[in-house]
């Protein structure tokens, strides 16, 4: 299996913006869906975005449709977020993860995580 490590979060006031990042290692991360998702405290874990394994393909939750941007670059084994427009609402836990299933918003289906990074909006 691929290795996740992200990296990237931080403190950011609302309407700012943030790029977070994924590293993956392994030679076959290019075979791998890549997504995205976060959790609050409190909450479960939530679907953000994915991105098919030639990178062609993106997929988003609406509630961060048009706000964000996920992009993949497979010759250097990395996954990013753009995060533009952010507001206390985006403030969690964003954590990547491989999957080698077609683009899904399950958690299920997902077979690599990573540790996650904490991104943090104030108002």
């Known amino acids: 299996q691929v290795q996740l490590v992200e990296s990237g979060g931080g403190l950011v006031q609302a309407g700012g913006s943030l790029r977070v990042s994924c590293a993956a290692s392994?030679?076959?991360?290019?075979?791998?869906?890549m997504g995205w998702f976060r959790q609050a405290p409190g909450k479960e874990r939530e679907f953000v975005s994915a991105i098919n394994w030639r990178g062609g393909n993106t997929y988003y939750a609406d509630y961060v449709k048009g706000r964000c941007t996920m992009s993949r670059d497979n010759a250097k084994n990395t996954v990013q977020l753009q995060m533009n427009s952010l507001n206390p609402g985006d403030t969690a836990v964003y954590s990547c993860?491989?999957?080698?299933?077609?683009?899904?918003?399950?958690?299920?289906?997902?077979?690599?995580w990573g540790q996650g990074t904490q991104v943090t909006v104030s108002s």
């Open positions: 993860a491989a999957s080698i299933r077609i683009m899904s918003t399950r958690p299920l289906h997902y077979i690599s």
């Open positions: 392994g030679r076959t991360f290019s075979v791998y869906t």
